[in-house]
């Protein structure tokens, strides 16, 4: 009893101390978890250098921390350097002096209002705004007409409190932008430093998980193997998806007239990695432009496109990898990726076939238990019943090889009358003897 209560005291201390490590290291859930996912990535270069370097794992977590760094930031600079290159090419040729005069004379033939329409706004207001035009003028001291003094002082409260607004809207999204920017920061650097111990010390924290968990340890093998091919073959299926989405993105809007196909590629990529945005922040504002210019070919063109084939690839290329890699059904990958991201938004694309895949595995593992306790059940019973047999088969042995007897009866009554019989019978019987020895006797 006494052991009972201490280990529920223990376990509700347990669980009040894992909620509050919870919500501390919730805000670092997520660099946390995409180091892990790319520690798990990089196990193969991870070995490579721990075999270069004669086995010193904390110099190999520390060259191998570095080049993944640096592939993840080099893109990522030399594409926003080239975007940036190709944009202020772009607004240099736009302000040339021919190129601007071709555009403002574009923009004035598109926006442009017909003399009698103007009229007809000039008249519409005279006719509804005279009477709040002749309140607002009133006449100074020598007759001329004059502004009323009220009318300035509205107007100013009416200009000045907006701006006001505006000033404290600005200073607020400044210390937002710039608490995002120290968020980001902390972000990047926790990720490095996990990373780093994720690879150095990743089999050490594995194998004190798996000494506190009651579970065997084949299994927990088994689902920790099942965990690492699903989470490498969502990452491979988000990258691809990714980067097939923005090549065809850019590839369509090429097509249909627009340039700078590096910026097309770039921004499609990105938007389409992120799935409750993607890819059709490109080409959707691409084709609203051609209608506005009234190329509807080209729109009809951008927008069958997008839909149909853009937006269909990511589903596709994602239950390919999923079935292919992690060994998942291509209905149960498509109903786990759509199913997660519709109840645990961008986290359940990661997360519904993590989930799906362990479940298949436990399943699995139980069906193995329940398996072997049912045979083990069965053959100890029939166990039992060999040895009953074989302690009944001696005593049947015995009693065919004993020889036939009258049945004895031990009852008292039949055990004092064969006392009595042998009381009453004489104690000796003449000895017969033979004529020789009678004649013998007689001489």
């Not at 209560?5 to 509700?12: A, D, G, P």
């Not at 997520?30 to 086995?55: E, K």
């Not at 907006?162 to 980001?184: C, D, E, M, N, Y």
């Amino acid at each position: 009893m006494v052991r009972l209560v201490s280990l529920t005291v223990i376990l509700c201390l347990i669980l009040a101390l894992g909620i509050m490590f919870f919500k501390v290291i919730m805000p670092f859930i997520l660099p946390l978890f995409l180091a892990a996912v790319v520690a798990m990535i990089s196990q193969p270069l991870l070995n490579y250098f721990i075999r270069r370097t004669n086995g010193h794992v904390r110099f190999a977590a520390g060259l191998t921390t570095t080049i993944i760094v640096s592939a993840i930031l080099i893109p990522l600079c030399v594409g926003i350097f080239l975007g940036s290159l190709q944009l202020f090419t772009t607004i240099v040729n736009t302000l040339d002096e021919a190129n601007w005069n071709k555009t403002v004379q574009t923009i004035r033939e598109k926006v442009e209002i017909s003399n009698d329409k103007f009229q007809q706004f000039v008249d519409w207001s005279h006719e509804y705004l005279q009477y709040d035009i002749d309140s607002l003028v009133t006449s100074g001291k020598s007759g001329e007409p004059k502004i009323s003094e009220d009318f300035i002082r509205k107007n100013l409260q009416a200009t000045l409190v907006p701006i006001a607004k505006r000033s404290l809207g600005v200073a607020a999204s400044t210390v937002g932008l710039l608490g995002t920017l120290f968020s980001a920061l902390i972000a990047w650097i926790m990720f490095i430093i996990a990373l780093y111990y994720f690879l150095a010390d990743g089999y050490l924290l594995i194998e004190s998980t798996q000494s506190l968990i009651p579970v065997h340890v084949d299994y927990q093998r088994r689902l920790i193997d099942q965990f690492q091919k699903v989470v490498r073959a969502v990452v491979i299926a988000t990258f691809l998806a990714a980067i097939g989405q923005g090549l065809t993105t850019a590839i369509a809007l090429s097509i249909v007239g627009f340039d700078h196909f590096i910026v097309f590629l770039i921004l499609a990529t990105i938007t389409s990695m992120v799935p409750l945005l993607g890819s059709w922040l490109i080409w959707l504002p691409c084709a609203v432009w051609l209608m506005y210019q009234g190329d509807w070919g080209s729109a009809i063109f951008l927008i069958l496109i997008g839909t149909l084939v853009v937006g269909t690839m990511d589903n596709i290329i994602r239950t390919y990898v999923l079935q292919s890699d992690a060994k998942l059904h291509p209905l149960l990958a498509f109903v786990s990726v759509l199913g997660g991201l519709q109840v645990m938004g961008l986290w359940g694309v990661f997360i519904g076939p993590i989930v799906a895949s362990c479940l298949h595995a436990l399943i699995q593992i139980f069906n193995t238990e329940l398996k072997a306790f049912s045979q083990e059940k069965f053959q100890s019973q029939g166990l039992l019943e060999t040895m009953a047999e074989v302690q009944s088969e001696p005593q049947s042995a015995e009693t065919d090889e004993k020889p036939a007897e009258s049945p004895r009866s031990d009852s008292p009554a039949e055990a004092s009358k064969e006392a009595e019989k042998a009381e009453s019978k004489p104690a000796s019987e003449p000895v017969k003897t033979s004529p020789q020895k009678k004649k013998k006797r007689r001489r």
